[in-house]
C-alpha cells in the first residue's frame, strides 16, 4: 500500500477548509453547557407518575380476562352426552373390566375378519 | 492523568474539520451545522476521558456513528438532498487570493459532491484531517483495505474531473 502522496494529493492537501463563522462557537458552546447542565427542579414537586403500562399490553391483559370470564359463564357445569355415533362405536366405560376386555376383543376379531 | 479537555477546547481544534465530515454526509450546511451541535451537546453531557491518544481521531468516531444514525434517520430526505448537492455544493474550502486556487477550490468542491459518499468521507479524512488508513478504518469502522481502495478509487475520480483544470495550472 503506498502512502507517499504524489504532487496531485499535496496540492488538493494545500488546499485549505473553510472556518466555521465567529458567531457558532457560542451558539453551540452556549446549547452544549445547557444540555450538560443537571436538569433544574423546582423545591416542590409532586412525585413522579408511576410508569404507565403500555397500551397493547393492557389491551391484549383485558382481551384475555374477557375471554376467560365469558368461558366461564358460558360452559356448562356437565359435559354434554357425547355424540351417538362416538357412543356406539366406544364400548362403555363403566362396564366391569372383563366385559371391557370381551367387547374389545370382540372389535378387534371383527376388524380383522374384514380385511 | 492529564486533565481531560473543555469543550471550546475541542470546538477550537476539531470543530470546522468535524463539521466538513458532517457535510460530507449530509451535503447541507445547515444539516452538518445541527448533527455538529447534537455532538457538542452529547460530548457536554458525557465524561471525556483524558488519556485519549488521538482525540481528533476519537472524536471523528463519535461523529461517524452519529452521522450514519442521521442517515438512517432520514434516508428519503437524503436522496433528494444529495442530488441538489451534486448541481450546487455548499462551499468547502476558504476564499482564496490566488485566483487559480480559487478556481482548482471551486472544482474541487464539485468534484467531491460527485462521488460516492463513502469515498468523499475517506478522502476528507485522508487529505485534510491528515488521517492514516489505520485510523480511518477504525473511525469507520472498516477493513484496512477497503479504506485503502475507497480513497484510492476517490483520487482517481478526482483526478480525472479536475484533469484539465490541473494540467493548466501546473504544466509538466
Redesign the interface.
Known sequence: ?N?NPD???N???A??????PDE??S???Q???A??APPVMPKTHAAPAAARAPRWLVAGWSLAWAATVVMYFTTPPEPAAPLPSYSAEMPDSTAPPALLWDQRAAAIAALVASN | MPAAPTLPDLYDAHGAGLFHYFTSFTGSEADAKDLLQELFMKLARQQIPGDILNMRAWLLRMAHHHAIDWLRRHTVRRRAEEEAHAQAPAEMFAAHDDPDQAELAQRLTRALALLPLEQRSVAQLKLWDGLTFEEIAEVQGIPLNTAASRYRYALEKLRSELRPLYDELKPS
Open positions: 500500500m502512502t504532487a496531485f494529493e496540492d488538493l492537501r488546499l485549505r477548509r473553510r472556518a466555521l457558532w462557537r451558539e453551540m458552546l446549547a452544549a453547557a444540555a450538560g
